[in-house]
């Protein structure tokens, strides 16, 4: 599986919208890129997944540039429920090789 | 629905000896995988089961075990506890291979 990198930490206000961005440069074609979050004490959640094109849930957008090597993951309006490690997987197989993430804070 | 539930929740056991971790997949799940969580780093897969067979399995040595029941609820046994075997071990279940997995709220296990 590809390797991500994310910025260890980000800030965001509630009711902002949070921009969390991840490099994955080496992606193959049939990877796919997932975002999880993790809650403290709490197992991981799954938020979204997406191939090329950009996706969207009730939970956020995912954003893939045109040559897959990058990927934003927005929260649209914040709250302070969403203060998680948010994680950006590249999956090709059928594991989550996970990174260490980015801890997003939602502050009031 | 209960979603994917592990038990117990917290273990306390001593250098060497050894333990069973278990997990119900969510109802309708035939695929169940582990993962181990130290403190402040991502989980890492131990291995996935699926049809009562270990599919795949990450960098863990022979001391780490598993089992998959017809039922499709999951053991994971580690053996000859080690200190640095502390960790929250985390089950997933999810349907083959769709997308989308659902984790449980792991066992905290400590090793004194």
């Known amino acids: 599986d590809a390797k991500t990198t994310q910025p260890p930490s980000m800030d965001c206000a509630e009711g902002r919208a949070a921009n969390l961005p991840c490099n994955h440069s080496?992606?193959?074609?049939?990877?796919?890129v997932y975002w999880y979050r993790q809650i403290h004490s709490q197992g991981p959640q799954y938020i979204i997944h997406?191939?090329?094109n950009n996706e969207t849930n009730e939970m956020a957008s995912l954003i893939i540039t045109e040559d897959r090597k990058s990927s934003t993951l927005i929260l649209p309006h914040a709250t302070l429920r969403d203060t998680a490690v948010y994680y950006c997987?590249?999956?090709?197989?059928?594991?989550?090789?996970f990174g260490e993430g980015t801890q997003l804070t939602v502050n009031p | 629905d209960a979603g994917v539930t592990q038990s117990p929740t917290h273990l306390i056991k001593t250098r060497g000896q050894q333990v069973t971790l278990r997990c119900s997949p969510k109802?309708?799940?035939?695929?169940v995988s582990w993962y181990q969580q130290a403190l402040g780093q991502g989980p890492q897969f131990i291995f996935q089961?699926?049809?009562?067979?270990?599919?795949q399995r990450g960098n863990f040595p022979d001391r780490f075990s598993g089992h998959q029941f017809p039922n499709y609820s999951s053991e994971l046994n580690v053996n000859a506890l080690l200190l640095g075997d502390s960790a929250l071990y985390l089950c997933?279940?999810?349907?083959?291979?769709?997308?989308?997995?659902?984790f449980g709220q792991g066992t905290r296990l400590t090793v004194v």
């Open positions: 997933a279940s999810s349907f083959s291979d769709s997308f989308e997995a659902f």
């Open positions: 080496t992606i193959s074609g049939n990877e796919y």
């Open positions: 997406g191939l090329k």
């Open positions: 997987i590249v999956k090709g197989g059928s594991r989550l090789t």
């Open positions: 109802s309708g799940h035939d695929t």
């Open positions: 089961y699926y049809e009562e067979e270990e599919r």
